[in-house]
T-cell receptor, first 117, second 115 residues
Framework: AQKVTQAQTEISVVEKEDVTLDCVYETRDTTYYLFWYKQPPSGELVFLIRRNSFDEQNEISGRYSWNFQKSTSSFNFTITASQVVDSAVYFCALSVFNSGSARQLTFGSGTQLTVLP | EPEVTQTPSHQVTQMGQEVILRCVPISNHLYFYWYRQILGQKVEFLVSFYNNEISEKSEIFDDQFSVERPDGSNFTLKIRSTKLEDSAMYFC?????????????FGPGTRLTVT
């Protein structure tokens, strides 16, 4: 069985601060995918990034960066110079690759990020 | 940009009534999913659907739930006799079959309120 843990329930920062959202996952499968989704107050789920288990390169996209470390089963997400519009719930998710499987996503419980002006 | 759409955006129903939530997946996608999010909680997988049959389902997806693809575009989730605890946001998602394209694209959700 798969499990995703986001230990930080809520984080509050002041605008322009950097913030890191933690994600720890558990799976026995060697081939898997990790995701981050953003859920703004309007409620929709916005895809941010996908990473497969064979690609441990860190990725940067504008103010967002992701640190994938298989040794610690972590896939952390950092927002640099946070802005008020970053305020949302952020979900980490895991999907394992099983042949013939439709590859359901297992979500963490989410981290509510509040960026104060 | 193609997107997943869901109707209605909000549905209020009385306990015991049947509801049908509708989704239009992205047109060239072959895998379809329903997820549920009870207010303030995490998103939970309900069911996946491929080639006109259920591929996987969770423990939540009991006999009260059913899914259908009645035509070439719609994908529906039916709850036969709603309970108070069915109140949640229901998300539809779809994905392509290609191995390298793995994102599940989510719709905006339907908020179901059971009174």
């Amino acid at each position: 069985a798969q499990k995703v843990t986001q230990a930080q329930t809520e984080i509050s920062v002041v605008e322009k601060e950097d913030v890191t959202l933690d994600c720890v996952y558990e799976t026995r499968d060697t081939t898997y995918y990790l995701f981050w989704y953003k859920q703004p107050p309007s409620g929709e789920l916005v895809f941010l990034i996908r990473r497969n288990s064979f690609d441990e390169q860190n990725e940067i996209s504008g103010r967002y960066s992701w640190n994938f470390q298989k040794s610690t089963s972590s896939f952390n997400f950092t927002i640099t110079a946070s802005q008020v519009v970053d305020s949302a719930v952020y979900f980490c998710a895991l999907s394992v690759f099983n042949s013939g499987s439709a590859r359901q996503l297992t979500f963490g419980s989410g981290t509510q990020l509040t960026v104060l002006p | 940009e193609p997107e997943v759409t869901q109707t209605p955006s909000h549905q209020v129903t009385q306990m015991g009534q049947e509801v049908i939530l509708r989704c239009v997946p992205i047109s060239n996608h072959l895998y379809f999913y329903w997820y549920r999010q009870i207010l303030g909680q995490k998103v939970e997988f309900l069911v996946s659907f491929y080639n006109n049959e259920i591929s996987e389902k969770s423990e939540i997806f009991d006999d009260q739930f059913s899914v259908e693809r009645p035509d070439g575009s719609n994908f529906t989730l039916k709850i036969r006799s709603t309970k108070l605890e069915d109140s949640a946001m229901y998300f539809c998602a779809s994905s392509e079959r290609l191995l390298l394209t793995y994102e599940q694209y989510f719709g905006p959700g339907t908020r179901l309120t059971v009174t």
